[in-house]
C-alpha cells in the first residue's frame, strides 16, 4: 500500500532516537498517522515541523498499519512564523486544535483547504486572525457542531444579530437578547461578513468557537481544549485590552 | 549465550544512545577481552559519577559541585546568562568557548503536543534569578523548532517586565554553507536578519 499527497504537518514527535511518529493532515485521507524516519534527526527535523506544507510518500504493507512517511518540504510556514509570538500561536493552535479535533483517516477536504490558506497568508496577522475563527467555525459545521448565524433564534430576523446562545449555537438579536445578554456569547460581525475585524472581535470570535470547541469537538471525547489553543486567546485577549 | 550478566550488560549498553543489539555486544565483547584495563576502570567511573554529579541548583548544568564550577567561576560575567535547552547545549556552547558569561538549563522546551508545561521545565528559577537582581542580558540560545521558539517568547515575555535586556541567537547560513542547498526555512531566516556589510 502506498499514496503520496501534499499534506501539512500536525505533530512530530520523536521516536527513539532520530526518528519521528508524524501525524499529518492531507486532503484525501484526513488526519493520518505514520513513521517519519529521520524525522527527529538534525538533518530532517526542519522538514518535520507542526505547520510544514510537505509532499508525502506514505508506504505500509496494509491499510491499517502505521506505515511509514518521506517527505520534501513545499512551504515553509513553522520557519516563516518562529519570529512573531502571535503568528507562532496561530500556527500551533491550528495544529492542534486538528488534530485534536479530528477522528483520523476519514477526508475533510474543506478542512484541509482552509488550513492551507490559513498558513499560507499567517504574515497578514489582521486577516489571518479573523480566517482563523472562520475557520474553526468551519471545522464545527464540518464535524456536525455547525453555528446557525443566518437569522434570530428569538425572532427569526436576519437583522442586528449581536449574540449567540452558548446552549443552542444559534444567533441572537440585540434586541431579543434582553435581560439574557451577560449569559450570551457575543457575535463578531465580521463572523456575519461585515465590517473590519479588531482585536476584541478576534477575542470575542476565539471565545465564540472556543466555547463550541471545548463542549462538543473536545468534550464528547473527554479532552480540554488543546494549551495551545488557550495561550493563542491569552495573546489575543492582551491585544484587545 | 554466556550467561545473565553478559546478557544484561548487553541490554543495558544496547540502550544507551548510538547504541543497538549489535554494536552493544561488539562494546561488551571488547570490555570482556579486556577486563583490568577497560572494564574495572569504567565501572569505578560510573560508579563515582553516579555518585558525585548532580544538578546545579542555581543553574541546571551537571557537575560534581553544587554551584557548578562555571557559576561559581569569577572570571566569567555572572551579568549575562545564556539560557539553554539540555546540557548537551551548554557543553556545545562551551567546546566552542564563544560565551564568556554564565548558562541556564531549562531541561527541555515547552510542547503543547508533548504535555511539557512551565511547571515542568526549570523556568521559574531563571525568573526568580533575574528578579533578585545583577542580571544585564539574558540570550535565549535554544533551538529553532516550534517548540523552542514558543519557549523563546514565553520566557521574553516574563522577563521583560523585569527590565532586563534579552536577545536571541541568530539563524542562517552555517559555516561552509552554500546557499542553493539550505532550506526555505533557513534562506528567509537567514535574509530576515542580514545586517550591514
Given at each position: 500500500?502506498?499514496?503520496?499527497?501534499?499534506?501539512?504537518?500536525?505533530?512530530?514527535?520523536?521516536?527513539?532516537?532520530?526518528?519521528?511518529?508524524?501525524?499529518?493532515?492531507?486532503?484525501?485521507?484526513?488526519?493520518?498517522?505514520?513513521?517519519?524516519?529521520?524525522?527527529?534527526?538534525?538533518?530532517?527535523?526542519?522538514?518535520?515541523?507542526?505547520?510544514?506544507?510537505?509532499?508525502?510518500?506514505?508506504?505500509?504493507?496494509?491499510?491499517?498499519?502505521?506505515?511509514?512517511?518521506?517527505?520534501?518540504?513545499?512551504?515553509?510556514?513553522?520557519?516563516?512564523?518562529?519570529?512573531?509570538?502571535?503568528?507562532?500561536a496561530m500556527l500551533t493552535s491550528v495544529c492542534a486544535v486538528a488534530e485534536g479535533a479530528l477522528p483520523e483517516r476519514q477526508p475533510h477536504p474543506r478542512v484541509f483547504a482552509g488550513m492551507?490558506?490559513?498558513?499560507?497568508?499567517?504574515?497578514?496577522?489582521?486577516?489571518?486572525?479573523?480566517?482563523?475563527?472562520?475557520?474553526?467555525?468551519?471545522?464545527?459545521?464540518?464535524?456536525?457542531?455547525?453555528?446557525?448565524?443566518?437569522?434570530?433564534?428569538?425572532?427569526?430576523?436576519?437583522?442586528?444579530?449581536?449574540?449567540?446562545?452558548?446552549?443552542?449555537?444559534?444567533?441572537?438579536?440585540?434586541?431579543a437578547a434582553g435581560a439574557w445578554k451577560p449569559r450570551l456569547l457575543r457575535l463578531p460581525a465580521f463572523l456575519l461578513g461585515q465590517g473590519p475585524a479588531g482585536p476584541a472581535d478576534w477575542r470575542d470570535g476565539l471565545r465564540l468557537t472556543g466555547h463550541f470547541l471545548a463542549r462538543d469537538a473536545f468534550g464528547h471525547h473527554h479532552r480540554p481544549l488543546p494549551p495551545a489553543r488557550q495561550l493563542l486567546y491569552d495573546r489575543v485577549a492582551d491585544l484587545a485590552e | 549465550m554466556g550467561g545473565p550478566e553478559i546478557e544484561r550488560l548487553i541490554g543495558l549498553l544496547a540502550r544507551l544512545p548510538g547504541f543497538g543489539p549489535r554494536s552493544a555486544r561488539r562494546a561488551a565483547l571488547r570490555l570482556l577481552s579486556q577486563p583490568q584495563t577497560r572494564m574495572l576502570p569504567l565501572a569505578t567511573a560510573l560508579a563515582e559519577a553516579a555518585a558525585a554529579v548532580r544538578s546545579c541548583a542555581r543553574c541546571g548544568n551537571l557537575d560534581s559541585r553544587d554551584p557548578c564550577a562555571i557559576c561559581t567561576d569569577p572570571q566569567r560575567e555572572a551579568g549575562l546568562v545564556c539560557v539553554v535547552e539540555g546540557v548537551g547545549d551548554l557543553w556545545a556552547l562551551e567546546r566552542a568557548g564563544v560565551h564568556r558569561g554564565t548558562y541556564h538549563v531549562l531541561g527541555g522546551t515547552l510542547s503543547a503536543l508533548a504535555g511539557t508545561g512551565p511547571e515542568d521545565l526549570n523556568l521559574a528559577p531563571l525568573l526568580a534569578r533575574v528578579a533578585e537582581g545583577g542580571v544585564t542580558?539574558?540570550?535565549?540560545?535554544?533551538?529553532?523548532?516550534?517548540?523552542?521558539?514558543?519557549?523563546?517568547?514565553?520566557?521574553?515575555?516574563?522577563?521583560?517586565?523585569?527590565?532586563?535586556?534579552?536577545?536571541?541567537?541568530?539563524?542562517?547560513?552555517?559555516m561552509g554553507g552554500a546557499l542553493d542547498v539550505l532550506d526555505d526555512g533557513t534562506l528567509g531566516a537567514a535574509l530576515r536578519a542580514r545586517r550591514a556589510f
Open positions: 500500500m502506498e499514496w503520496e499527497a501534499p499534506a501539512i504537518i500536525l505533530s512530530a514527535r520523536p521516536y527513539g532516537e532520530g526518528d519521528a511518529i508524524a501525524s499529518v493532515l492531507t486532503e484525501e485521507h484526513g488526519v493520518h498517522r505514520g513513521l517519519a524516519r529521520g524525522g527527529a534527526s538534525s538533518r530532517h527535523a526542519a522538514v518535520w515541523q507542526g505547520g510544514n506544507l510537505v509532499q508525502v510518500r506514505w508506504v505500509g504493507r496494509l491499510a491499517d498499519q502505521l506505515g511509514s512517511y518521506t517527505g520534501e518540504l513545499v512551504h515553509a510556514a513553522a520557519a516563516l512564523a518562529l519570529d512573531d509570538a502571535l503568528t507562532l492551507l490558506h490559513l498558513l499560507a497568508n499567517l504574515a497578514h496577522r489582521e486577516e489571518a486572525l479573523a480566517d482563523l475563527v472562520r475557520w474553526e467555525a468551519a471545522l464545527l459545521a464540518e464535524l456536525g457542531y455547525g453555528l446557525d448565524l443566518a437569522r434570530c433564534a428569538v425572532t427569526g430576523s436576519g437583522e442586528d444579530l449581536a449574540f449567540v446562545s452558548p446552549k443552542t449555537g444559534r444567533a441572537v438579536s440585540a434586541g | 542580558e539574558v540570550i535565549l540560545a535554544l533551538g529553532a523548532t516550534v517548540d523552542g521558539a514558543t519557549t523563546a517568547h514565553w520566557l521574553a515575555d516574563r522577563l521583560k517586565p523585569l527590565g532586563v535586556a534579552i536577545s536571541r541567537v541568530a539563524q542562517g547560513v552555517p
